[in-house]
């Protein structure tokens, strides 16, 4: 059980996938007067787990034999340790995608929709037959696709099938899983290139996937203050908003998401962000369970 845990990566996506999932849902509830939030966000919730649990389990099957050649990824990777075969890798990986069919299902129509789509990207994104990570611009869409935009969806059609208002949410999501994906090709630029990797950063060159990262985070900011202006975020949590700053001066620092040294100023925001996203957000699930 340890090395599947270990295999699924688990502590890597939880941080975004809990907000992703969690503002999908609030924000159909936010501008659908008939709506009201019930157990199948929580049926998504899991489903997007275990979806992202086979995406990352996949990643690392794939990978398992290039890890080998670099000694702090070999160890990350349970299949590249020894930990785990890869024939029980791919059924504890399988097991994962059929469970969260199962419960997307039990969700809806549009959950279901959404759910299989993440899976398929899941799978060709690092299946060596099509790896769409290798890809330039193509690994870029659909890691955002896989790892953001439709996880946010998987919830926000469960509860409605337009998205009126969410739209500058939703673009806001995707820039910055776009800045994400980028800030980390430009992180393992060269490991990637001695391995053959042909992504983004190798067609674009460092410097200009540098500066595509900065204009995808700028945007993904221009985006949330016209999601504010549309109304989007309840200004009774205001207060909730004000008491997280402080986290972004006491949390993380000098690490970036994935705990790596950092001296890029906006990588060096990764880890402050997401603790703070999924405090308010969190924090509006209790204001809208309480107040209905």
């Known amino acids: 059980m340890h090395a599947v845990l270990k295999?699924?990566?688990?502590?890597?996506?939880?941080?975004?996938?809990?907000?992703?999932?969690?503002?999908?849902?609030?924000?159909?509830?936010?501008?659908?007067?008939?709506?009201k939030l019930d157990e199948r966000l929580f049926f998504v919730l899991i489903a997007n787990f275990l979806a992202m649990a086979y995406a990352f389990m996949v990643n690392d099957i794939e990978d398992a034999e290039d890890d080998k050649l670099n000694p702090e990824r070999g160890a990350k990777n349970a299949v590249s340790s020894g930990e785990i075969s890869k024939s029980?890798?791919?059924?504890?990986?399988?097991?994962?995608?059929?469970?969260?069919?199962?419960?997307?299902?039990?969700?809806?129509?549009?959950?279901?929709?959404?759910?299989?789509?993440?899976?398929?990207?899941?799978?060709?994104?690092?299946?060596?037959?099509?790896?769409?990570?290798?890809?330039?611009?193509?690994?870029?869409?659909?890691?955002?696709?896989?790892?953001?935009?439709?996880?946010?969806?998987?919830?926000?059609?469960?509860?409605?099938?337009?998205?009126?208002?969410?739209?500058?949410?939703?673009?806001?999501?995707?820039?910055?899983?776009?800045?994400?994906?980028?800030?980390?090709?430009?992180?393992?630029?060269?490991?990637?290139?001695?391995?053959?990797?042909?992504?983004?950063?190798?067609?674009?060159?460092?410097?200009?996937?540098?500066?595509?990262?900065?204009?995808?985070?700028?945007?993904?900011?221009v985006c949330i203050f016209l999601a504010l202006s549309n109304g989007v975020f309840p200004l009774e949590l205001i207060g909730v908003v004000v008491a997280s700053i402080p986290v972004l001066f006491l949390v993380g620092k000098g690490r970036d998401f994935r705990g790596s040294q950092t001296s890029d100023p906006v990588a060096n925001l990764q880890v402050q962000l997401l603790v703070v996203a999924n405090l308010i957000l969190i924090c509006w699930l209790v204001y809208v369970m309480i107040n209905p």
Do not use: C
Not at 7 to 35: C, K, M, Q
Not at 185 to 214: M, P, V
């Open 88 to 221: 029980r890798a791919w059924f504890a990986a399988v097991a994962s995608a059929g469970l969260a069919v199962v419960l997307y299902g039990l969700a809806g129509q549009g959950a279901v929709v959404s759910g299989v789509v993440i899976l398929l990207l899941a799978h060709f994104y690092s299946w060596k037959p099509v790896r769409l990570k290798a890809l330039p611009i193509v690994d870029v869409v659909s890691h955002v696709l896989m790892l953001s935009t439709l996880l946010m969806l998987a919830a926000y059609l469960v509860y409605s099938d337009t998205l009126g208002k969410a739209w500058s949410m939703i673009i806001s999501v995707t820039l910055f899983s776009a800045y994400g994906q980028l800030y980390n090709q430009i992180r393992d630029y060269e490991e990637d290139r001695a391995a053959g990797l042909k992504n983004t950063a190798s067609f674009l060159g460092k410097q200009g996937t540098t500066w595509l990262s900065y204009l995808a985070f700028g945007g993904a900011f």
């Open 7 to 35: 295999l699924s990566r688990w502590h890597e996506f939880i941080p975004f996938a809990v907000p992703l999932t969690l503002v999908g849902g609030l924000l159909a509830y936010r501008f659908n007067d008939d709506v």
